[in-house]
C-alpha cells in the first residue's frame, strides 16, 4: 500500500455542519480584482452560477442536518438572477449572509433586500468588501472609480434600514491596527452611519493575488505534528457548495482534491490541511464567518 | 417533584437586581431556582453576589467568567472577536478578577459546566453558552429551529435552558421541544428599559415560559459603580437600558434593535 502524501499535514475534523456558504455565483464577476484568491472575473467560469433548484436541494440537506447558518458569495451574488428568491428560500430556514462588492446595490435592490430581512425571523447580514481608507488603494485593485460607487451602495443600504458589515483586506498598511480600525469606522460615521461595522480580513497568496505580490514561500505550510484549533478554522464546521460539488471551504475551490463529494452528507469527514492557504489560516485565525 | 422554578441568567455582579429577582420568584411560587452563571463581570462588588446565592438557595452552573477565574485565566473567554468588544470586557474581567477572593475562585473551579434536571416530564439540560461550547451565543436571530433540534438531539434533552448573549427568547422546535434563552439579571435587555429579566417556567400543559420583568435600584447601582470607577459607558447601560459596549458581536437583527 502506498502511503497517500495528504498523510503528512494535520487533519480537522467536522465537529459539526454549522456553516453551509454557497459560490452562488460562481467565480463570475463584474470585477476583476488584482488581489482575487480564485481571480473572478466577468469571463471566468471555473464555477458557474449555482441555480434556485441547486441550492433548494442542498438547502434541504442542511435543514436535516442541522445547519446553523448560509453565506452567499462569488464572484458576485448580485449577478445571479435568481439571488432573491435564493435568500428568500434560505431565510426561512435560517440566517443569511451576501458578500458582495456592494456595485449592484440600487435603492430599489436595497428596498427589496430590507423587505426580505423584515419578513424573516432571522437575521440578513450584507458584506460588503473594500480595500483601503479610499479610492487611492481600492481603485488600483479594483478599477476606477469602484470606491465611491461602493460607498453609495453603503449609504443606500443604511438609508433602506440595513446594517451591513464592511470587510477590508489588510492590503492598506495598518488597517487592521486600532488607529487603522478607527479611521476607517470615523469615515462611516460621516456617511451618517452610527452603528459602523467592520471585520479586517487577511489575503492569500494564490490566484490573482500571486501575480500582484507574491505567492506563499515553499516554507509556509503546516507540518505533521502542528496542532491545529477545528473549533477556530472554518474547516471545522463548514463546507462550500459550489456548482461542482461541495467543497471544504471558501478558499480553495481552485483545487480538486479539496472537492469532498457531491452531497453534504458525503463532506462530513477529517480534511487534511494540504495547502498553503491553510497556513495562513491557522497561523493568522482566519475565518470568513462575519 | 416542583411544579414552577425561576432560571436567572447572567448576574455581572448586580447584587440588587439578583436579590429583587430571587425575591420575585419565591413570590410568584417557584419552588427552586437555578442561576446559569458568570455572576462576576460589569457591575460593582462582585462578593456580594455569593451571600445572596445561597440565602436563597440558588443552585448555580459554571459561566465562562468562573471557569477563566477559577483556571485563571488571563481574560474572560467571553468569545468576543472584534477588538473594541474584548477592550471592554478586559476592564470587566480585570475588575472583577481583582475583587475576587481566592476561596471565591476556588469555589468557582466546584461549581459543574452543566446540569440536567427532570421537570414537567421533560429531560431538561441547563448550560451557559450552548451545551456544547461554554462561550457560545445563542441568539433568536441566529439560532434556527434546524440547528437547535440537532443541538438537543446531540445532548438528549427536551428543553434546553442557556444565557450568556444577555438576550432572552423561546423558540419552540417542531415536535413541541423548547429552546430558551432565560436572559440576563445583571443589565437590562437593550430595550431603553432599567428593568431586568429573569424566566420562570411552570409545569401545566407541558411547560410554560414566562420572562419577568423586574425593577431594582438601578440609581444606587450606578452610585456604586461610579464609586468603583468602572467605565461610563457600563453605568450608562444600567440608567438607559440601552447597550453602550460589546457591541460588534451581535448579529443583524439584534444591533438594529439597540440604540447604539
Request: glycine letters at 8%; proline letters at 5%.
Amino acid at each position: 500500500m502506498t502511503e497517500s502524501p495528504l498523510q503528512s499535514f494535520p487533519s480537522v475534523p467536522l465537529l459539526a455542519l454549522d456553516t453551509l456558504w454557497f459560490q452562488v455565483a460562481g467565480t463570475i464577476c463584474n470585477l476583476r480584482c488584482t488581489h482575487c484568491f480564485i481571480a473572478c472575473s466577468p469571463e471566468n467560469h471555473s464555477h458557474e452560477m449555482l441555480t434556485l433548484q441547486t441550492v433548494r436541494r442542498y438547502l434541504q440537506e442542511g435543514e436535516e442536518l442541522g445547519v446553523r447558518e448560509y453565506y452567499f458569495t462569488g464572484g458576485e451574488p448580485f449577478m445571479n438572477r435568481e439571488l432573491f428568491p435564493i435568500l428568500e428560500a434560505t431565510l426561512r430556514l435560517g440566517p443569511a449572509t451576501v458578500l458582495t462588492n456592494g456595485l449592484f446595490l440600487d435603492a430599489q435592490r436595497c428596498a427589496r433586500l430590507k423587505e426580505l430581512e423584515s419578513d424573516s425571523e432571522y437575521s440578513l447580514d450584507l458584506r460588503i468588501s473594500v480595500d483601503g481608507w479610499g479610492p487611492e488603494d481600492h481603485d488600483r485593485i479594483r478599477g476606477e472609480g469602484t470606491f465611491d460607487r461602493t460607498m453609495a451602495g453603503v449609504r443606500r443600504l443604511w438609508e433602506a434600514g440595513l446594517n451591513p458589515v464592511l470587510t477590508v483586506t489588510e492590503l492598506a498598511e495598518g488597517i487592521a491596527s486600532p488607529s487603522g480600525r478607527e479611521r476607517f469606522l470615523e469615515q462611516l460615521r460621516r456617511l451618517g452611519i452610527s452603528k459602523p461595522r467592520l471585520k479586517v480580513l487577511s489575503l492569500f497568496r494564490m490566484g490573482a493575488e500571486q501575480r500582484r505580490e507574491r505567492g506563499y514561500h515553499p516554507w509556509e505550510r503546516l507540518e505533521a505534528g502542528t496542532t491545529v484549533d477545528a473549533e477556530k478554522l472554518q474547516c471545522g464546521s463548514g463546507r462550500m457548495v459550489t456548482s461542482r460539488g461541495v467543497y471544504v471551504c471558501p478558499i480553495l475551490i481552485d483545487f480538486s482534491a479539496a472537492q469532498m463529494g457531491q452531497t453534504l452528507r458525503q463532506t462530513l469527514r477529517p480534511f487534511a490541511l494540504a495547502y498553503p492557504a491553510c497556513y495562513t489560516c491557522h497561523v493568522q485565525g482566519v475565518t470568513c464567518r462575519t | 417533584m416542583p411544579e414552577r422554578i425561576a432560571v436567572l441568567g447572567g448576574v455581572y455582579s448586580n447584587s440588587l437586581a439578583l436579590e429583587a429577582a430571587c425575591r420575585d420568584a419565591l413570590s410568584r411560587g417557584a419552588e427552586a431556582l437555578y442561576c446559569l452563571g458568570d455572576l462576576g463581570a460589569f457591575g460593582p462588588y462582585p462578593e456580594r453576589v455569593f451571600p445572596l446565592l445561597e440565602q436563597y438557595r440558588v443552585t448555580t452552573i459554571q459561566g465562562n467568567y468562573e471557569e477563566s477565574l477559577a483556571s485563571g485565566r488571563a481574560d474572560c473567554n467571553c468569545g468576543y472577536t472584534d477588538p473594541r468588544d474584548n477592550h471592554f470586557a478586559q476592564i470587566s474581567y480585570d475588575y472583577t478578577s481583582r475583587n475576587t477572593s481566592s476561596a471565591a475562585k476556588r469555589w468557582m473551579g466546584t461549581l459543574p459546566g452543566t446540569l440536567r434536571l427532570e421537570f414537567a416530564g421533560r429531560r431538561v439540560l441547563l448550560a451557559h453558552g450552548s451545551p456544547r461550547r461554554i462561550n457560545e451565543f445563542l441568539w433568536q436571530s441566529t439560532s434556527p429551529a434546524p440547528f437547535l433540534s440537532r443541538l438537543l438531539d446531540e445532548h438528549r434533552a427536551d428543553l434546553l435552558l442557556v444565557t450568556h448573549t444577555g438576550l432572552h427568547w423561546h423558540r419552540r422546535l417542531p415536535g413541541g421541544r423548547d429552546v430558551v434563552n432565560v436572559g440576563v439579571v445583571g443589565r437590562p435587555p437593550n430595550n431603553g428599559r432599567t428593568d431586568v429579566y429573569y424566566t420562570l417556567l411552570t409545569a401545566r400543559d407541558g411547560v410554560k415560559v414566562e420572562f419577568v420583568p423586574v425593577a431594582y435600584d438601578a440609581e444606587r447601582l450606578a452610585r456604586d459603580m461610579r464609586a468603583e470607577k468602572l467605565p461610563e459607558e457600563f453605568i450608562e447601560t444600567i440608567l438607559t437600558g440601552w447597550w453602550t459596549t460589546c457591541l460588534e458581536i451581535l448579529p443583524a437583527k439584534e444591533r438594529a434593535a439597540g440604540k447604539f
